[in-house]
């Protein structure tokens, strides 16, 4: 008998050792998960911004499917053997993770029980509650550049048809205005213009849109892009400056109006009137409202603002080398900004926040920031704020009394103006949603059921 029990020992020994650790890894891999998550609800980090996927426990097996197709670290991870969202911020409303379940546990929704998010109430054909006003991209909800692509070319498609059997644009109104320069306002005009529409494309910015704020260099991640008229643009990756190629060549053959920002878009009968910034108005039988959520950069509102060396976003750090740099902002944008300042040769960078401390920065981040701020390459200037900016000069109030620094720039990075004001003005309706599911290929239409979150 002992003889078989030896045998049996020798023969299951490997495969308990293997099972061993098998299990070993696994545990392993959920308290990394749970600390991971621990830290992003300490850090208010946890909670998602926009689209972002819903886990029913009663469906999911815990296969990690999820987690291997999302493109970012750490949204997902595995928790008592089930999906769980660990840095809801910071996803992007890829979708991939939807895709990849093989139990269809995951559904994509906007908002959060305790976050909501606006969203302006449309039909499936991407109109608004302001008849002949449509929206598309990321206003809308939906992110992603490919998401917004689409949009652009089926609110395009809907304006086409809401004008079939109508007579010509009299005079020098125009078919479609369409306000937003971006993938998505940048689609919907090559694909009304394919259609024969007149269309006018009106950038507050150059167009681009977000993507033109992007610090050089960067990656992003995309599914194809299949821009009207163009090959298509493939995945996953891309960096700044090869999507920039793509939306200037979008842009080309177009009617494109940049710094040309639209204060107010007022409906008549037959017709909407729009107001530029400084006076100007155009017309049209029909307005896509393009706009990406970030909205306008938010300003300072102090003294010297308006000067040229003060600008909201770091296209170029390269620019700066050899100058003294202030950057102002508390969140992602900012110290991620400030730490490539503060590897450009000859740069001094100084960053300024008015808080105590960072509360919605990644802990990688941080921990370079701090980094940084120890080597010297980074003043750290918390619970201070810019009282005025004077040409080579700026005056802070902190901590420890008034602060003069020399400046060559000021970048301001403190978030900006949702459009949710904008479209409340132009009398569309908007809805804030706590986890409403959303459709593939569109904005789901008014009356959907929300998942519970």
């Avoid at 400084?278 to 029909?286: K, M, P, Q, V, Y």
């Avoid at 490539?340 to 001094?348: H, I, R």
């Amino acid at each position: 008998m002992n003889d078989v029990y030896a045998l049996l020992a020798i023969a299951l020994g490997p495969l308990l050792l293997l099972f061993g650790g098998i299990e070993w890894r696994i545990r392993s891999r959920e308290r990394t998960m749970r600390g991971l998550k621990q830290q992003a609800e300490q850090l208010g980090l946890a909670e998602p911004v926009s689209l972002h996927p819903w886990i029913d426990p009663d469906r999911c097996i815990g296969s990690g499917a999820c987690v291997r197709a999302c493109p970012e670290k750490n949204i997902l991870g595995i928790i008592d053997g089930r999906a769980s969202i660990i840095n809801g911020s910071a996803c992007v409303g890829h979708g991939a993770c939807e895709a990849a379940c093989p139990m269809e546990a995951i559904t994509l929704v906007f908002g959060t029980a305790r976050r909501g998010v606006d969203i302006p109430r449309v039909d499936p054909a991407f109109e608004t509650s302001v008849a002949g006003m449509f929206v598309a991209g990321e206003v809308g909800g939906m992110g992603l550049i490919r998401n917004a692509v689409e949009q652009g070319r089926q609110a395009a498609r809907s304006v086409a048809r809401s004008l079939e059997g109508r007579p010509p644009a009299p005079g020098d109104m125009r078919d479609l205005v369409v306000v937003g320069g971006g993938p998505a306002g940048l689609s919907a005009a090559r694909e009304a213009q394919s259609i024969g529409l007149d269309v006018l494309v009106c950038e507050q910015d150059d167009p681009g849109g977000a993507v033109l704020g992007y610090p050089r260099g960067k990656v992003i991640l995309t599914r194809p892009i299949e821009m009207p008229g163009m090959p298509t643009v493939p995945g996953p990756k891309l960096t700044k400056e090869q999507l920039m190629d793509v939306m200037e060549a979008a842009a080309e053959h177009v009617s494109v109006r940049s710094r040309a920002r639209v204060i107010d878009v007022r409906a008549h009968p037959e017709h909407f009137e729009i107001e530029l910034a400084g006076g100007e108005t155009l017309s049209a039988r029909r307005v896509i409202l393009a706009v990406g959520r970030r909205g306008t950069p938010r300003k300072l509102g102090v003294p010297g603002e308006e000067q040229g060396f003060v600008v909201y976003k770091l296209l170029d750090p390269e620019r700066y080398a050899g100058q003294a740099v202030l950057v102002v902002g508390g969140g992602n944008s900012a110290v991620e900004s400030a730490l490539m300042l503060s590897d450009v040769d000859g740069a001094t960078v100084a960053l300024s926040y008015r808080g105590a401390a960072f509360h919605r920065v990644a802990p990688e981040t941080r921990g370079r920031l701090e980094a940084a701020v120890a080597a010297g390459r980074i003043h750290l200037l918390l619970e201070s704020t810019v009282r005025r900016l004077d040409f080579g000069r700026a005056h802070l109030d902190a901590l420890e009394g008034p602060v003069e620094l020399p400046v060559d720039a000021v970048l301001v990075q403190i978030g900006g103006t949702l459009p949710t004001v904008f479209l409340q003005k132009v009398g569309i309706l908007v809805d804030t949603h706590h986890g409403r599911r959303v459709i593939r290929g569109g904005t789901p239409p008014a009356g959907l059921p929300a998942r519970p979150q």
